[in-house]
């Protein structure tokens, strides 16, 4: 049973940076990705990479958010840059042994780490 840990979220003014972490308890994945939800909205894919590196952006985060991994350290990260209010939401990784894309059917979920955007 593969373990997501996120960290990383916080608040930030508009236009800020943060850098959210995900630690896997296993290296067992072929897909890992982020997602974000909030309240009342369905859960949407942010970014997610393949093992081998391939990655897909969402189109409102393309230019503005990178993903990338360690494998060493089976940690994925999301740097996200000149943020706006409407990226406020709940983050989630998410990790499948299958390569999946951006809609949120993976089979291992995270806790989630909010991130806050103001105005």
């Known amino acids: 049973q593969v373990q997501l840990v996120e960290s990383g979220g916080g608040s930030v003014q508009s236009g800020g940076s943060l850098r959210l972490s995900c630690t896997a308890s296993?290296?067992?994945?072929?897909?890992m990705g982020w997602f974000r939800q909030t309240p009342g909205k369905e859960r949407e894919g942010v970014a997610v990479?393949?093992?081998?590196?391939?990655?897909v952006y969402a189109d409102s985060v393309k230019g503005r958010f990178t993903i990338s991994q360690d494998n060493a350290k089976r940690t994925l990260y999301l740097q996200m840059n000149s943020l706006k209010p409407e990226d406020t939401a709940m983050y989630y990784c998410a990790a499948d042994t299958l390569w999946r894309l951006l809609a949120p059917n993976y089979t291992y979920w995270g806790q989630g780490t909010q991130v806050t955007v103001s105005s």
């Open positions: 296993e290296y067992t994945y072929n897909s």
């Open positions: 990479i393949h093992r081998d590196g391939y990655t």
